[in-house]
């Protein structure tokens, strides 16, 4: 069985991610991916990072899916005994930081 990460969103939700992502982020690549809150019934875009994530933006489940779509990055999928998980990356931490200032203009229209 494929190994998983977690990690915890404010509302103390913990949630999981395949641990390739963590591997990838480990060689420099920069990833997106939402997430979703079942006790707060609120979405994230979640982006992890070395140790840790960062949450980038919050809001209603349906606005997130529609700004997650919006993402201007290529879309990739893992699939494995866990399901089907799936995340934007960007090639260039300028991409990625390009990306993130759209993202949070849009977000505060959320």
Excluded: H, W
């Excluded at 998983?4 to 404010?10: A, D, E, F, I």
């Excluded at 990833?31 to 809001?59: A, E, H, N, W």
């Excluded at 960007?90 to 849009?106: L, M, R």
Aim: aromatic share 14%; hydrophobic share 30%; glycine share 6%.
């Amino acid at each position: 069985m494929p190994q998983m990460s977690s990690y915890k969103l404010p509302c103390g939700s913990k949630n999981y991610f395949p641990e390739k992502i963590d591997y990838f982020t480990r060689k420099g690549k920069f990833i997106l991916f939402p997430s979703y809150s079942t006790k707060r019934k609120i979405g994230y875009i979640i982006s992890p990072k070395q140790k840790g994530v960062d949450i980038i933006v919050q809001g209603p489940p349906q606005d997130i899916v529609n700004l997650y779509q919006s993402i201007s990055l290529e879309e990739n999928e893992i699939r494995d005994e866990n399901g089907v998980f799936i995340y934007k990356e960007a090639q260039t931490k300028e991409e990625f930081e390009q990306v993130f200032e759209k993202f949070v203009s849009q977000s505060n229209q959320i």
